[in-house]
């Protein structure tokens, strides 16, 4: 079946710009999860939704930062007044449940902060 | 807290020679613990993972690890690596708490 999707699959954008990232999870995944991976601090864990319980955002880095899942199952995370050290490329990955379950991740948005 | 050590930042290897990665990791309870690759321009594909039981482990592309208790460790290995294999690899460690906390991965390449 079909995988995790991301879009856009890249994304250029000006300092101060607000930015939607989006990902679409395999059918059937509960649980969903965006991670970051940047040179300067490798792949960190940013928010994760399981169902319909309140999401962990233990990850996010600031406030700028905020993400949502509709209906459960996309999901939006959005970054406002871009700063250059956004810059990054934001992976998403989902898995059946909660818990160990394995996670397969999409191939990720690229995004440059100018 | 927890989190994993990859020591090694790049390994050149040549082809057909094996390989090892090395992967530590700390975790105050028992680990769940998984290798990753990522290619070029890809996203992170699973190659292996380690919840209980037997502690050698298989994954696909020919490659196993074995977790190791006492040294906290989950080294990934392949007995003759192929040019395809060049890519970054991430040890990966989570616990009930679903999020992965992953290693800062190491870069293999693969002489001809």
Known sequence: GAGVSQSPSNKVTEKGK????RCDPISGHTALYWYRQSLGQGLEFL???QGNS????SGLP?????????GGSVSTLTIQRTQQE??????????????????????GTRLLVL | ?????????HITVSEGASLELRCNYSYGATPYLFWYVQ????????????????????????FEAEFKRSQSSFNLRKPSVHWSDAAEY??????????????????LQVTL
Not at chain 2, 39 to 57: A, M, N, R
Not at chain 2, 94 to 107: C, E, M, P, Q, V
């Open chain 1, 18 to 21: 607000d930015v939607e990232l």
């Open chain 1, 47 to 49: 928010i994760y939704f």
């Open chain 2, 1 to 9: 807290a927890q989190s994993v050590t990859q020591p090694d930042i």
């Open chain 1, 62 to 70: 600031s406030d700028r930062f905020s993400a949502e899942r509709t």
């Open chain 2, 90 to 107: 991430f040890c990966a460690v989570t616990g009930t708490a679903s999020k992965l906390t992953f290693g800062t991965g190491t870069r």
């Open chain 2, 39 to 62: 290619s070029p321009g890809q996203g992170l594909q699973l190659l292996l993972k380690y919840f209980s039981g037997d502690t050698l482990v298989q994954g696909i592309k020919g």
């Open chain 1, 86 to 107: 956004d810059s990054a490329v934001y992976l998403c990955a989902s898995s059946r449940d909660y818990g160990t379950e394995t996670q397969y991740f999409g191939p």
């Open chain 1, 54 to 57: 309140a999401p962990d955002k």
